[in-house]
């Protein structure tokens, strides 16, 4: 079984500024990948990045990246120089190796302010 | 545009009734996935198909819920009976087969149900 926790249900970030959104994890795996989404008010849900557990470097998609700490089950997303377009709900999520179904936490709700 | 299309996107019915959504892939996929978002709440994992064969079922689906992928292309979600908890966001997923479990799911706009 795996389960996701997402701590903070609403953060908020200054257009510009750097924001990172907690997530951590729990699986029995020992082959697993890890994922953060993104659903847009009213808008279907974008994979943002994605992290293959065997790695040890961190995931990073332009303004977008990971601090996998495996040993801590944490696994935070980064965005810089953040943008308005960047305001949505993000998820984090998990995924088995041995199976195909997404195990998503509740969500953070990321406001960014002029 | 190829992407994950549902329909209906919005679908408001008195309790007892029945209700089908539909969800068309992307063409060339051949897994396919429903989720369930209530408010406030991630998506939940309900099934999952790859091409027309049902592999893994949630037991989030009772046994008013059902789900088919003829031919292995579209699939419909069927409700039965539909009772106020059912009210949530139902998403479709498509993936290929591939290139292992970590394929990228697609995510399809929702079907918002509304059980009054």
């Known amino acids: 079984a795996q389960t996701v926790t997402q701590s903070q249900p609403e953060m908020s970030v200054q257009e510009a500024e750097t924001v990172t959104l907690s997530c951590t994890y729990d699986?029995?795996?020992?082959?697993?990948?890890l994922f953060w989404y993104k659903q847009p008010p009213s808008r279907q849900m974008i994979l943002v990045i994605r992290?293959?557990?065997?790695?040890?470097q961190n995931a990073t998609e332009n303004r977008f990246s990971v601090n996998f700490q495996k040993a801590a089950k944490s696994f935070s997303l980064k965005i810089s120089d953040s943008q308005l377009g960047d305001a949505a709900m993000y998820f984090c999520?998990?995924?088995?190796?041995?199976?195909?179904?997404?195990?998503f936490g509740k969500g953070t709700l990321l406001t960014v302010n002029p | 545009d190829t992407g994950v299309s549902q329909d209906p996107r919005h679908k408001i019915t008195k309790r007892g009734q029945n209700v089908t959504f539909r969800c068309d892939p992307i063409?060339?996929?051949?897994?396919l996935y429903w989720y369930r978002q209530t408010l406030g709440q991630g998506p939940e994992f309900l099934t999952y198909?790859?091409?027309?064969?049902?592999?893994?079922k949630s037991r989030l689906l009772s046994d008013r819920f059902s789900a088919e992928r003829p031919k292995g292309s579209f699939s419909t979600l069927e409700i039965q009976r539909t009772e106020q908890g059912d009210s949530a966001m139902y998403l479709c997923?498509?993936?290929?087969?591939?290139?292992?479990?970590?394929?990228?799911?697609?995510f399809g706009p929702g079907t918002r149900l509304t059980v009054l």
């Open positions: 997923a498509s993936s290929l087969q591939f290139g292992g479990p970590n394929n990228e799911q697609f």
């Open positions: 699986t029995s795996e020992s082959d697993y990948y």
């Open positions: 992290q293959e557990a065997y790695k040890q």
């Open positions: 999520a998990s995924l088995g190796g041995s199976n195909y179904k997404l195990t």
């Open positions: 063409s060339e996929h051949n897994r």
């Open positions: 198909f790859q091409n027309e064969a049902q592999l893994e």
